[in-house]
């Protein structure tokens, strides 16, 4: 038995900060005194979080409106990302932290018991127990109507549903017979698991709880089908496109859509508070400004945005740094965590027989691979900033090799001829180029989603040192859904996207995208497709190497020592270096951050990931403020 971060309970479950009694944030202070809303003190839970700023960031200023440009109305969802309010957080180090939660007791990833802060409320004042736990978990969950497909995968391990237990309003359980090792995790991704709801808000839209006449005009009034449909569009803690679901995090959004506008307000019982005891988030409100992505780097440009990485590339950079000064931002070039920014992807489960048995054969990916001229890229495209080499685990992991790196990352193209006339691909006609076993042109289409200059400029590079091998290169962009189509059904031959999503992985994050578990991987899509559907959709791996790769991945799912994890990810990722099953291009390459000379507590230099990072998130968006006199924002209701 262990509980997870120990070490920390000191900063997690800390009393309050004398502060925190008396000072009260300027927002609320109208509310407060007309005793609309509850004093600072009484709207803390009893343990707050405290600590867990990095070193540099410095108690702020409450005050100020934070603006970031977004594409879509769905773009709601990124606060819920930026906010980062779980029930466990990964911290700077990438170590699993109790955020939502006081604590974590864990016995043999078998066994997970939670204990909740008491006195935590979420955003309408209401408390936050072992109920809405429970809630979820009996009435959501395994309501056939909500979710007819059956509860989430995170609640099913070897097709055994969890045993939920609520040992007292503010502690529950969830356990198994076997391992779990990625319960946690789930709960602290930038998309994560939430295994609790509001019940004290969705109850009236729930046939078990609502008097049925009421729900019935509910429904009618919402132009809903029935209940089950105007309770999932409600109930969608993630998205934040409901301002009436009470949530948990930092700010709370106030807009309906259609919008061109959202404005998040901060949440008065948010549980986290300052070294002094203060109570987070320091910044007021939030505003997500609609706009086409295309415009995004004038505007920010122009200074119209206070934090901005969004629709932002390195191929815009030195447009911001030259307006920088002028509009009164500055731009820090932050770290992407990803395997590669750039990797080909050649399609082991294409349909066309004699292209599945090329790309199948490994000389001929090695081939390919020592045929690019990576170092000519980096120049050329990214003034060398970048780093050179496969798609792999970046430096910065504790389980990264640079040999992974540099495998068969050279350029070397008298190697790559040799392996290709020993595949048996001649080289006919004035123009040189090779032939397929059947005779037709070796001409690889690579597939790329829409028509960036960035990835244009790339294949350009590649088309050209290719060609001294007798290989021609076609590029075909298509819209994102187009190409997921294509891959699915194995019409593509290749294709060029960012590699692995997790390039900084710990032990005890999953190995999934490293193994054929998903349609969406290009590499092998039929064969992820048919993991992920067991059986009933794809089709069965039938390669040695996949084959492999998925026992391992099995293997890390029982394993509970991060030692033994830590092995497995080890022997998977050398397999891949040494299969070489996507062929990275580049990677580090730079992502220009365009922050406010008045926004404080940004870092300058920092990871910029999805997962495990929530972009912004990792870098706690609650401890952000403004420098110089602010004026509050107006309390919505």
């Known amino acids: ?39 600072m003190a009484e709207r803390l839970p009893s343990l707050p979080r405290q600590g ?30 930026y906010g980062y309010s779980r029930l466990m957080v990964f911290d700077e180090t990438l170590a699993l932290v109790p955020d939502i939660l006081a604590g974590v007791e864990v016995e043999a990833d078998r066994s997970f018991t939670f204990r909740l802060r008491p006195g935590h409320r979420w955003s309408d004042g209401h408390p936050f127990t072992a109920e809405d736990f429970r809630y979820y978990f009996e009435d959501v969950a395994q309501n056939r109507r909500l979710n007819p497909t059956g509860p989430p995968h995170q609640l099913v391990v070897g097709g055994q549903l969890a045993r939920f237990e609520v040992l007292d309003a503010h502690t529950v359980r969830y356990s198994w017979d076997r391992p779990h090792p990625t319960f946690l995790t789930s709960l602290a991704g930038a998309a994560p698991f939430f295994p609790y709801r509001p019940a004290h808000y969705l109850k009236p839209f729930h046939e078990r709880y609502a008097d049925r006449a009421a729900l019935e005009g509910r429904v009618r009034e919402a132009s809903a089908r029935n209940w089950a449909q105007l309770h999932n569009r409600l109930d969608n803690l993630y998205r934040a496109d409901n301002p009436d679901l009470p949530t948990l995090d930092p700010w709370v959004n106030t807009t309906r859509a259609p ?6 307000v ?86 066309d027989p004699v292209w599945r048995d090329l790309m199948r054969d490994v000389r001929f990916r090695r081939a390919l691979s020592l045929g690019i001229n990576r170092h000519e890229i980096n120049q050329v495209v990214y003034f060398g900033l970048a780093r050179e080499g496969q798609n792999t685990l970046q430096a910065e992991s504790s389980l990264a090799n640079p040999a992974w790196r540099t495998a068969y990352a050279s350029y070397d193209p008298r190697e790559a001829n040799r392996l290709l006339d020993a595949i048996g691909l001649p080289r006919q006609g004035l123009d040189r180029q090779r032939r397929l076993p059947d005779g037709r ?61 997790n390039g900084i992985p710990t032990p005890v994050m999953s190995p999934a995208e490293w193994a054929p578990t998903d349609q969406t991987q290009w590499q092998w899509s039929r064969w992820g497709n048919h993991v992920e559907t067991a059986g009933q959709a794809g089709e069965a791996i039938d390669m040695a190497i996949g084959s492999r790769l998925l026992a391992l991945y099995h293997r890390w799912l029982t394993a509970t020592d991060p030692l033994d994890q830590a092995t497995i990810w080890r022997e998977m990722l050398s397999l891949h270096a040494e299969e070489v099953l996507t062929i990275g291009l580049i990677s580090g390459v730079p992502q220009p951050v365009v922050v406010s000379n008045r926004l404080r507590n940004v870092p300058e230099r920092a990871l910029y990931n999805w997962d495990p990072g929530a972009h912004f ?21």
């Not at 919008?259 to 998040?264: G, H, I, L, N, S």
């Not at 395997?339 to 399609?347: D, K, M, R, W, Y």
């Not at 290719?466 to 187009?482: A, F, S």
């Open 1 to 39: 038995m262990r509980w997870l971060a120990l070490a920390l309970l000191g900063s997690f479950l800390a009393p309050l900060h004398p502060l925190a009694a008396g000072a009260e944030v300027p927002l609320f202070e109208p509310e407060v005194a007309a005793g609309r809303l509850p004093a």
């Open 52 to 81: 867990g700023a990095r070193a540099e960031q410095t108690p702020g200023r409450y005050g100020g409106e934070v603006v970031t440009l977004v594409s879509r109305a769905r773009d709601t969802r990124l606060m819920s990302v």
């Open 259 to 264: 919008a061109e506008r959202f404005v998040f």
């Open 441 to 501: 042109p070796l001409t690889i289409v690579v597939e790329a989603p829409g028509e960036g200059a960035e990835q244009s400029d790339v294949l350009q590079l590649i088309r050209d040192s290719w060609q001294g091998l007798g290989i021609r290169l076609l590029t075909k962009p298509l819209q994102m859904e187009g190409l997921r189509n294509r891959v699915f059904a194995g019409s593509t031959l290749m294709t060029i996207a960012p590699g692995a999503e």
């Open 266 to 351: 901060r949440n008065p019982y948010f549980h986290r508070v300052d070294a002094q005891g203060r109570q987070l988030p320091y910044i007021d409100r939030w505003v997500l400004e609609v706009v086409d992505p295309k415009i995004v780097p004038v505007k920010a440009g122009a200074g119209e945005s206070h934090l901005q990485a969004r629709h932002l590339g390195f191929d815009n950079y030195p447009f911001l740094q030259q307006a920088a000064r002028r509009n009164g931002y500055r731009v820090h070039l932050w770290t992407p965590a990803r395997g590669a920014h750039l990797a080909l992807f050649p399609n082991l489960t294409v349909t």
């Open 617 to 637: 998130g990792l870098h706690r968006t609650d401890l952000f403020w403004f420098d110089g006199p602010q004026r509050s924002a107006e309390v919505r209701p």
